[in-house]
């Protein structure tokens, strides 16, 4: 009958042509980048690619300051999005846009003032170096500072979200039943808000990741100590473009991967 | 063991300013419409609510006085609060839940567990600990939070609502239920319901609370048939007013007036029975002292019965049978005479 295919029209909404232009090319925007990476990877040297010593390198410094980085962010970022959620005190509205500031500061300025706090003749850097001898900018330890200092918000405002739709009354219950405020933390409080704690945990990661302009700008640009992959991949673009596509294509996997990971919380449609 | 509470507490503008003496042994249900204020006072009793005047004293122990700078904390007090959510823990199992607060008190994780399943048994349970709370029904839930609580021996029991988010008929079984349980537990007993036969079935002693005061307390039978507030009043179905008597003549407060049998002078409650009143197409001419004109708002079929509601003074609501308001063709709208005998007037002192 035409009736079914009539209202199926009906039903379907017809776009001006310029929106239809114009969506296209959006999209287009951000397809024809990954084909060009996809159809620019050298597959059968690929494998050869990773192994090189170089790529290697980066590949393990880029997970090590990441996950350390991740590691970091949980232990002082839960606290912090804990105080942010339940807390109230003077100030709590300005800490709390510091604390997130580093999200929309361009990195190189966040680089900038880690250099300018933790550097040799920084804030607290010269006390670090006298007094415990240690030294944080160009080495690993400072790469990982960077990555921290520009992931960790990431973290905070995911588990701070997650604190603040929880229903407080599993914890009222806990307590009636005899948990001291540690135990509510530990046995109710963090297990009901865990999906929060792996999302923002994995935010945090796939940010500390990526992070290039605080890092080289903090840490420096050394191979093995300092160089992740994103700036292994700005280097090599120059001396070994085939390493840098190789590169691009490990962490464009790991974006993906982060991405349906996350997609019933993120994306429920994906 | 007793419980002695002066509770002043608020949270925001809402003021709660209720005293309470429950003893041991005794069931005491707390009753009033939503937004009474009766889980602020529970909260307030189990300290997850801070006093802010007033006392909480179980068993000669000061749990909470602001005036002295006493505050137990919640987790510090032996209480047990059962509530209408059942906010039994997702994460943990069935058997987890019940072991929490024995765990919580420093019992080893073995000898928790076997308690809890002990506890799961004794509430109809057994076998059913390894499942996650999500996979209950309502009525296993709130089981398990009873178990959760009982576990812990608890000096002053606090039962929050802890039927309403059941269905119909589910929640006889579980009253049947938590009335045994409650039969055997030795400790202080406060239920709060805003469900009259709940209150009824279960409670020895009613206190009736609204906009955070107590309005009444007493046993069900008395509070029934004494309403001291509309609220009651109308949960029994009565006609309740208010006035002024002298010499057998009441001077309602809202205008119109009554006569009694036997009416001690002074500010008085007149209860006046649906089914004693009779209504009439012209004015009768006979016993009833009290007769006034009045007009039929509403009508409303209930059971075997019409409740005809009557503007008037004073505006009453009326009982009788379908065949009466065929008989006299009454309908919306229609004015109507109203008779009382002056004994069917019931008369204590406000």
């Known amino acids: 009958m035409a009736l079914p295919t009539r209202s199926r029209r009906r039903l379907r909404p017809s776009a001006p042509l310029p929106i239809v232009i114009l969506a296209s090319a959006g999209a287009a925007f951000f397809i024809i980048p990954l084909l060009g990476l996809l159809l620019r990877t050298p597959w059968t040297s690929a494998w050869q690619q990773l192994g090189s010593v170089e790529v290697l390198a980066a590949l393990r410094l880029s997970l090590l300051a990441s996950l350390s980085a991740t590691a970091i962010a949980l232990t002082l970022g839960v606290p912090l999005a804990w105080t942010f959620a339940r807390l109230t005190f003077p100030g709590r509205s300005v800490l709390r846009a510091l604390t997130v500031l580093p999200m929309v500061l361009p990195p190189v300025v966040g680089g900038v003032a880690l250099l300018l706090a933790f550097g040799r003749r920084g804030l607290v850097g010269g006390w670090l170096a006298t007094t415990f001898g240690v030294h944080l900018p160009f080495t690993t330890a400072g790469a990982i500072i960077a990555e921290t200092f520009v992931a960790m918000p990431f973290l905070v405002i995911t588990v701070e979200a997650g604190l603040r739709s929880m229903d407080t009354r599993f914890e009222d219950a806990a307590r009636t039943l005899g948990a001291s405020r540690w135990t509510v933390l530990w046995r109710v409080t963090l297990p009901l808000v865990r999906p929060s704690l792996i999302a923002g945990a994995v935010l945090c990661w796939a940010r500390a990741l990526g992070e290039f302009g605080a890092t080289i700008t903090f840490a420096g640009n050394f191979p093995g100590r300092t160089q992740t992959m994103p700036l292994a991949v700005y280097l090599a673009l120059e001396s070994n473009p085939d390493a840098a596509i190789v590169l691009s294509l490990v962490l464009l996997g790991v974006s993906l991967a982060v991405l349906i990971g996350l997609r019933d919380r993120w994306l429920g449609q994906l | ?350």
Not at chain 2, 40 to 53: E, K, Q, Y
Not at chain 2, 255 to 266: H, I, N
Not at chain 2, 323 to 347: M, P
């Open chain 2, 1 to 350: 063991m007793t419980l002695e509470a002066r509770v002043g507490a608020g949270v925001g503008a809402f003021e709660i300013e209720v005293e309470l003496a429950v003893a041991a042994g005794e069931l005491v249900a707390v009753l009033g419409p939503n937004g009474a204020g009766k889980t602020s006072l529970l909260r307030a009793l189990a300290g997850l609510l801070p006093l802010r005047t007033g006392c909480v004293m179980l068993d000669g122990i000061v749990l909470e006085d602001p005036a002295a700078g006493i505050r137990v904390p919640s987790e510090r007090r032996p209480i047990g609060l059962v509530f209408q959510e059942y906010l039994l823990f997702p994460h943990l199992s069935v058997r987890e839940n019940v072991a929490f607060g024995l765990r919580a008190r420093g019992m080893a994780r073995a000898v928790a567990l076997g308690e809890a399943d002990r506890w799961l048994e004794r509430v109809g349970l057994s076998g059913e600990g390894d499942r996650k709370p999500a996979s209950l029904s309502g009525g296993q839930a709130q089981r398990v939070a009873l178990a959760r609580v009982l576990a812990l021996n608890p000096a002053l029991l606090l039962l929050d609502e802890p039927m309403a988010a059941l269905d119909a008929s589910t929640r006889v079984d579980f009253r049947r239920d938590l009335r045994r349980h409650l039969e055997s537990f030795r400790g202080v007993r406060l239920l709060v319901t805003h469900d009259p036969v709940e209150a009824m079935a279960m409670a020895d002693r009613l206190v009736v609370i609204e906009h955070g005061r107590v309005l009444q307390s007493g046993t069900p039978a008395d509070v029934t048939q004494h309403p001291r507030s509309r609220y009651v009043a109308d949960l029994v179905g009565v006609n309740l007013f208010r006035g002024r008597a002298s010499q057998n003549v009441i001077t309602l407060a809202d205008g119109g007036s009554l006569t009694a049998a036997g009416a001690a002078d002074g500010d008085v409650f007149a209860v006046v029975h649906p089914r004693t009143v009779a209504l009439y197409r012209t004015r009768p001419d006979g016993t009833p002292r009290n007769v006034w004109e009045g007009r039929a708002v509403d009508l409303d079929l209930e059971g075997d019965r019409v409740r005809v509601r009557l503007s008037g003074l004073p505006p009453i609501v009326a009982e009788v049978t379908p065949a009466a308001v065929r008989d006299l063709g009454l309908d919306r709208g229609d004015q109507v005479w109203v008779a009382v005998k002056a004994t069917e007037v019931s008369v204590y002192p406000a």
